[in-house]
């Protein structure tokens, strides 16, 4: 049984940062590429950013520069450090894990950046 869970949400002001994690289970994990996707109240899901096998990394420009994703294969765990927050990364956040033609998602982590 795959298993994807995220953890690390919560309430932080802007300017703050938080780091969200995602535990997986059920698959070999060093084979999939991993990411984080987001979704705002309205919004369709975007992608935040992803992490190939080879550790290549690729980000959404929304996010250049202030978010960083990373992934521990050793404990079958994915990163977002989340840095320079702001009211419009508010969001549900969503880890995902990809190979071939296989897709996993988490039940996602509440993110809400306001004063």
């Known amino acids: 049984q795959v298993q994807l869970v995220e953890s690390g949400g919560g309430l932080v002001q802007p300017g703050g940062s938080l780091r969200l994690s995602c535990a997986a289970s059920?698959?070999?994990?060093?084979?999939?590429?991993m990411g984080w996707y987001r979704q705002a109240p309205g919004k369709q899901r975007e992608l935040v950013a992803t992490?190939?096998?080879?550790?290549?990394?690729d980000y959404a420009d929304y996010v250049k520069g202030r978010f960083t994703i990373s992934r521990d294969n050793a404990k079958n765990t994915l990163y977002l450090q989340m840095n320079s927050l702001k009211p419009e990364d508010t969001a549900v956040y969503y880890c995902?894990?990809?190979?071939?033609?296989?897709?996993?998602w988490g039940q996602g982590t509440q993110v809400t950046v306001s004063s």
């Open positions: 995902s894990a990809s190979w071939t033609t296989t897709d996993y």
């Open positions: 059920g698959i070999i994990f060093r084979f999939y590429t």
């Open positions: 992490i190939a096998t080879s550790g290549s990394t």
